[in-house]
């Protein structure tokens, strides 16, 4: 007897940064590659037709869970007054937001007024709390971030589930320095979010060298390697154009995701591993 596919969440990140960026993860939806993105707030391409053209996929048939990308570093402004710190009015870096983090020298007041600012944002441009939460640049597992993501997540959409950034174990053998450290740093946000009656996914995947050259469709399936029912992906296909290039450094390797997943090649290989994308009608993690 022919087992179950194994279903999960392959999650776009990072709607809203660039109209090339919006249009490609819309295209992925309707062809129903992508179950679910998650959309920054403080970014100038998430006005009400960019909004309004993402919330009509779900019309009639929910095609994909829409999340809040919580973004607290870059090149974004903050949507609330008097956030600190800053630099040059934008978000730190996240090189520096770790560093504040980890020293503690983080106002977790601001954290809290900051988040939820991006939540009521995320609720007047789709008239409704979002289906998950997530953070840009993995913020929110941060120290001192957390705390203030997971109290607005409490109190402003308690139904939601929140992502966590730990691996499944039978996959830490691949890990580089890059998905090892979001690993440490991910330690107790998971039973943090427990705590406070907080859904999470199970285990995470996705964390790849984005400077590097190698061919996606040959990394790709390493995120699948004991990747448990429930488990999120996270991606970020797009279209380059001069607005992303202006928001953030990540281009190409998003043209070369995007071909990936627009590819027979993708449902081929889910196939092929047991894999299927959840049903985003459940919203569940």
């Not at 939460?133 to 109190?155: C, K, S, T, Y």
């Not at 580089?176 to 995947?205: H, M």
């Not at 607005?243 to 993708?266: C, G, I, M, V, Y």
């Amino acid at each position: 007897m022919r087992e179950a596919p194994r279903r999960i969440w392959l999650c776009a990140d990072d709607y809203g940064i660039a109209p090339g960026v919006n249009r490609a993860i819309r295209e992925l939806i309707t062809r129903g590659r992508l179950n679910a993105t998650s959309v920054m707030m403080p970014v100038r391409h998430i006005g009400g037709e960019e909004a309004d053209a993402l919330e009509t996929l779900n019309s009639g048939k929910t095609r994909a869970a829409l999340g809040l990308h919580v973004t607290l570093t870059g090149r974004f402004a903050p949507l609330s007054d008097g956030f600190a710190p800053t630099r040059n009015g934008h978000f730190l870096t996240i090189g520096q937001m770790l560093r504040a983090a980890m020293a503690g020298r983080l106002n977790v007041e601001r954290l809290v007024i900051e988040i939820a600012t991006q939540m009521e944002a995320f609720i007047a441009a789709f008239g409704r709390p979002p289906d998950f939460v997530d953070g840009h640049q993995h913020v929110q597992i941060l120290p001192q971030v957390r705390r203030a993501f997971l109290q607005v997540v409490r109190e402003a959409a308690p139904n939601a589930w929140v992502r966590q950034c730990g691996r499944a174990p039978s996959a830490l053998h691949l890990q580089g320095v890059k998905g090892l450290s979001i690993d440490v740093l991910n330690l107790g946000f998971r039973s943090a979010a427990e705590r406070v009656g907080i859904a999470t996914n199970p285990a995470f995947a996705g964390v790849y060298d984005f400077g590097g050259k190698g061919d996606f469709a040959a990394i790709f399936p390493r995120f699948l390697t004991g990747l448990p029912d429930g488990g999120l992906i996270m991606c970020h296909p797009g279209f380059v154009d001069a607005e992303l290039k202006a928001a953030d450094k990540l281009t190409q390797p998003r043209e070369r995701e995007f071909a990936f997943f627009n590819s027979d090649a993708f449902p081929d290989l889910l196939a092929r591993h047991g894999v299927a994308l959840a049903s985003a009608a459940g919203n569940g993690g």
